[in-house]
C-alpha cells in the first residue's frame, strides 16, 4: 500500500519537477552569461594601467630630477639656495592645486585628451625652461608653474582610469601597478639630475624632460584608448575619433557601434563638493598626514646626510635616494596583490556566513558584494594600524641614527622600510576612495593630491627650522607622534564609512525619481 502512494507521488510530482527545472537553468545561465563591467579582457586592462603607469611617472619625476642642480642653478641665476627652493615650493603649490582642475575635466570631457594635454604642457614647459635667460628669475618660477601644471595631474588621471576599467576585487593590484610608475620617479630622478647637470649642465635635465614626455605623449596617441564610463560605458561604444587611439590593438573585439546605446552624457559635478563628504575627508586627513611626514624625511636626506656623513658628495647622496624609491617599488605589486586578497577573503567569509544560514535582512550569496552590504572600509583599512606601527618605529629610529651618526646602511634599510609602508598607506587610501566614489576616479584622486602635497607643502617650509631647535632624533620623534595621533581616524572611517554611503545612495535614489 505504502509502495503505491510513493510511487503516485513520485508521478504526481513528475510534471511540477519538468516545469521548475528550466526556469532555474534559466536563471543559471543568465547568472552565468551576466554582462562584465568592462569588455577589455584582463590583459588589455594591465595594459591600459601600465600605459598610464608610465605616463604616471613624470608626476614625480619632474620634481626629484630637479634638485641635485638647485646648487649649479643658483650659481648661474646669481641667487641663493633659498631663492630658487623657491621655485620647489611652488612647484608643490601648483601640484597640489592644478589636479582640481585637470581632474575634473578628465571626469567631464575624456581621460585621453586630457592625459595628452596634460603632457603637452609639461614639455612645453621644459623647452622654456632649457632656454630660459639666467637674468629672468621671475620667468623661471613662471615656468616651474606650468609645468607642475602639466605633470603633477597626471597623477590623478591614472586613478580615473583604474576606477572606469576595474571593479572593487580586482582594484587593487591595478593601483599597485599603476603606482610603480610614480615610484620610480624618487628613484631615478635625483640619480638622472646629478649624472645631467655633473656632465651636461642643469639644462640637460629639461631636455631630457622635454623628449622623454613627448615620447610618452605618442604613446598615448598611439595606444590608449579613452575609458570614461560617461563616454564609452564599458568600452563598447565607439566615441569620435579624438577618443580613439591611432593604432587600436587594445579593445579590438568590441562591438559594432551600430549595436550599442550611447552613454547618458554626465552632468558637471564640483570636485570641491568631495570635501563635504565626512568617511572622504577622513581618509585625506589621514593620508596627508602619513605622507607630508614622508616628505619632509625626502626633503632633508640631502642636509642630514651630508651633516651626518660629511665625506659624501653630491652625487652619493643622489645614490642614497635609491633605497627610499626601491621600498616604494617592491611594495607596489606587493601591496596590490595583498589588497585583491583581502578583499576576496573577506568576501567568501561572508559568503559562508550566509550559506550557514547567518545572512542579515534575507541576504543570500549574491548580495555579499553589494554597495549597500559589503563593509569597503573595513576590508581596505583592517591591515593599516600595523603598517602605521612600523612607519612611526622607522620614522623615530631614523631621525636618532642620524643624530647619532651610526653606520649608514641603518639609516638606508630605515630608508627602504619607510619607502615600502608609505607606499602600502598610500596606495590602500587611493583604492578605498576610488572604491567609495568610482565614477568620480580622477576628481577624487585629485582631493587626495591638493591634501597631501598642500599638508607636504606646511611642513616642509619648517621641518628645517624644526630640525636646527630639535635636532633629528627630537624632529622625528615629534612627527612619529603626530602619525600616530592620526590613528584614530581609521576607526571614525570604519565606524561611519557604511552610513555616509548609505545617505549618498538615498539622495541618489530621491533626485532620481524627481526626474
Same mark, same amino acid.
Given at each position: 500500500?505504502?509502495?503505491?502512494?510513493?510511487?503516485?507521488?513520485?508521478?504526481?510530482?513528475?510534471?511540477?519537477?519538468?516545469?521548475?527545472?528550466?526556469?532555474?537553468?534559466?536563471?543559471?545561465?543568465?547568472?552565468?552569461?551576466?554582462?562584465?563591467?568592462?569588455?577589455?579582457?584582463?590583459?588589455?586592462?594591465?595594459?591600459?594601467?601600465?600605459?598610464?603607469?608610465?605616463?604616471?611617472?613624470?608626476?614625480?619625476?619632474?620634481?626629484?630630477?630637479?634638485?641635485?642642480?638647485?646648487?649649479?642653478?643658483?650659481?648661474?641665476?646669481?641667487?641663493?639656495?633659498?631663492?630658487?627652493?623657491?621655485?620647489?615650493?611652488?612647484?608643490?603649490?601648483?601640484?597640489?592645486?592644478?589636479?582640481?582642475?585637470?581632474?575634473?575635466?578628465?571626469?567631464?570631457?575624456?581621460?585621453?585628451?586630457?592625459?595628452?594635454?596634460?603632457?603637452?604642457?609639461?614639455?612645453?614647459?621644459?623647452?622654456?625652461?632649457?632656454?630660459?635667460?639666467?637674468?629672468?628669475?621671475?620667468?623661471?618660477?613662471?615656468?616651474?608653474?606650468?609645468?607642475?601644471?602639466?605633470?603633477?595631474?597626471?597623477?590623478?588621471?591614472?586613478?580615473?582610469?583604474?576606477?572606469?576599467?576595474?571593479?572593487?576585487?580586482?582594484?587593487?593590484?591595478?593601483?599597485?601597478?599603476?603606482?610603480?610608475?610614480?615610484?620610480?620617479?624618487?628613484?631615478?630622478?635625483?640619480?638622472?639630475?646629478?649624472?645631467?647637470?655633473?656632465?651636461?649642465?642643469?639644462?640637460?635635465?629639461?631636455?631630457?624632460?622635454?623628449?622623454?614626455?613627448?615620447?610618452?605623449?605618442?604613446?598615448?596617441?598611439?595606444?590608449?584608448?579613452?575609458?570614461?564610463?560617461? =563616454?564609452?560605458?564599458?568600452?563598447?561604444?565607439?566615441?569620435?575619433?579624438?577618443?580613439?587611439?591611432?593604432?587600436?590593438?587594445?579593445?579590438?573585439?568590441?562591438?559594432?557601434?551600430?549595436?550599442?546605446?550611447?552613454?547618458?552624457?554626465?552632468?558637471?559635478?564640483?570636485?570641491?563638493?568631495?570635501?563635504?563628504?565626512?568617511?572622504?575627508?577622513?581618509?585625506?586627513?589621514?593620508?596627508?598626514?602619513?605622507?607630508?611626514?614622508?616628505?619632509?624625511?625626502?626633503?632633508?636626506?640631502?642636509?642630514?646626510?651630508?651633516?651626518?656623513?660629511?665625506?659624501?658628495?653630491?652625487?652619493?647622496?643622489? =645614490?642614497?635616494?635609491?633605497?627610499?624609491?626601491?621600498?616604494?617599488?617592491?611594495?607596489?605589486?606587493?601591496?596590490?596583490?595583498?589588497?585583491?586578497?583581502?578583499?576576496?577573503?573577506?568576501?567568501?567569509?561572508?559568503?559562508?556566513?550566509?550559506?550557514?544560514?547567518?545572512?542579515?535582512?534575507?541576504?543570500?550569496?549574491?548580495?555579499?558584494?553589494?554597495?549597500?552590504?559589503?563593509?569597503?572600509?573595513?576590508?581596505?583599512?583592517?591591515?593599516?594600524?600595523?603598517?602605521?606601527?612600523?612607519?612611526?618605529?622607522?620614522?623615530?629610529?631614523?631621525?636618532?641614527?642620524?643624530?647619532?651618526?651610526?653606520?649608514i646602511a641603518v639609516p638606508l634599510i630605515l630608508h627602504i622600510?619607510?619607502?615600502?609602508?608609505?607606499?602600502?598607506?598610500?596606495?590602500?587610501?587611493?583604492?578605498?576612495?576610488v572604491d567609495l566614489m568610482p565614477a568620480q576616479?580622477?576628481?577624487?584622486?585629485?582631493?587626495?593630491?591638493?591634501?597631501?602635497?598642500?599638508?607636504?607643502?606646511?611642513?616642509?617650509?619648517?621641518?628645517?627650522?624644526?630640525?636646527?631647535?630639535?635636532?633629528?632624533?627630537?624632529?622625528?620623534?615629534?612627527?612619529?607622534?603626530?602619525?600616530?595621533?592620526?590613528?584614530?581616524?581609521?576607526?571614525?572611517?570604519?565606524?561611519?564609512?557604511?552610513?555616509?554611503?548609505?545617505?549618498?545612495?538615498?539622495?541618489?535614489?530621491?533626485?532620481?525619481?524627481?526626474?
Open positions: 500500500m505504502s509502495s503505491k502512494s510513493d510511487e503516485t507521488a513520485t508521478r504526481s510530482t513528475t510534471p511540477t519537477d519538468t516545469l521548475v527545472t528550466p526556469t532555474i537553468l534559466s536563471e543559471e545561465k543568465a547568472e552565468e552569461t551576466k554582462k562584465p563591467f568592462s569588455i577589455y579582457t584582463n590583459r588589455e586592462k594591465w595594459l591600459i594601467v601600465l600605459i598610464a603607469s608610465f605616463a604616471g611617472l613624470f608626476s614625480t619625476l619632474t620634481v626629484n630630477i630637479y634638485l641635485p642642480a638647485i646648487p649649479a642653478m643658483a650659481a648661474a641665476f646669481h641667487k641663493s639656495t633659498e631663492l630658487i627652493n623657491i621655485t620647489v615650493t611652488v612647484y608643490m603649490a601648483f601640484q597640489g592645486i592644478s589636479p582640481m582642475f585637470w581632474g575634473t575635466m578628465a571626469d567631464r570631457v575624456g581621460r585621453r585628451p586630457v592625459f595628452i594635454a596634460c603632457l603637452l604642457v609639461l614639455s612645453l614647459a621644459c623647452v622654456g625652461l632649457a632656454l630660459v635667460p639666467t637674468d629672468a628669475y621671475w620667468l623661471l618660477v613662471l615656468l616651474r608653474c606650468l609645468q607642475a601644471a602639466g605633470s603633477a595631474s597626471i597623477i590623478a588621471l591614472g586613478a580615473g582610469v583604474i576606477g572606469d576599467i576595474s571593479e572593487s576585487f580586482e582594484r587593487g593590484g591595478f593601483v599597485g601597478l599603476y603606482s610603480l610608475g610614480p615610484m620610480v620617479g624618487p628613484v631615478l630622478g635625483p640619480v638622472l639630475g646629478g649624472l645631467l647637470a655633473d656632465n651636461l649642465g642643469w639644462r640637460a635635465i629639461f631636455w631630457f624632460l622635454c623628449i622623454a614626455s613627448a615620447v610618452c605623449a605618442l604613446t598615448l596617441v598611439l595606444f590608449l584608448p579613452e575609458t570614461l564610463r560617461a =563616454l564609452v560605458g564599458d568600452g563598447s561604444y565607439t566615441p569620435s575619433a579624438i577618443y580613439r587611439p591611432l593604432l587600436p590593438i587594445i579593445g579590438r573585439h568590441r562591438p559594432v557601434a551600430g549595436d550599442v546605446e550611447k552613454p547618458p552624457k554626465k552632468p558637471f559635478i564640483n570636485p570641491f563638493m568631495l570635501f563635504t563628504y565626512p568617511d572622504i575627508v577622513v581618509i585625506l586627513i589621514f593620508n596627508g598626514i602619513v605622507y607630508s611626514v614622508f616628505y619632509s624625511v625626502i626633503a632633508t636626506i640631502s642636509v642630514l646626510f651630508k651633516q651626518a656623513y660629511p665625506y659624501l658628495n653630491e652625487f652619493d647622496i643622489g =645614490l642614497c635616494f635609491l633605497a627610499i624609491g626601491g621600498g616604494m617599488i617592491i611594495a607596489g605589486p606587493v601591496i596590490g596583490k595583498l589588497l585583491d586578497r583581502d578583499y576576496e577573503s573577506f568576501k567568501n567569509k561572508m559568503i559562508k556566513k550566509v550559506n550557514e544560514g547567518g545572512g542579515e535582512n534575507g541576504m543570500c550569496a549574491e548580495d555579499v558584494t553589494k554597495e549597500e552590504n559589503f563593509p569597503i572600509e573595513l576590508v581596505r583599512l583592517r591591515t593599516m594600524p600595523i603598517f602605521l606601527g612600523i612607519f612611526c618605529m622607522a620614522t623615530i629610529g631614523y631621525g636618532w641614527c642620524l643624530q647619532a651618526k651610526v653606520s622600510c619607510m619607502g615600502f609602508v608609505l607606499t602600502a598607506v598610500m596606495n590602500t587610501s587611493q583604492t578605498l576612495i576616479g580622477s576628481s577624487v584622486a585629485a582631493c587626495n593630491n591638493f591634501v597631501r602635497c598642500s599638508l607636504g607643502a606646511a611642513l616642509v617650509a619648517v621641518i628645517n627650522i624644526i630640525d636646527d631647535a630639535l635636532r633629528p632624533g627630537w624632529t622625528y620623534v615629534l612627527l612619529g607622534g603626530v602619525c600616530v595621533l592620526s590613528a584614530p581616524l581609521l576607526y571614525v572611517s570604519m565606524r561611519i564609512g557604511p552610513k555616509c554611503r548609505a545617505k549618498r545612495r538615498n539622495e541618489k535614489a530621491l533626485v532620481a525619481s524627481q526626474v
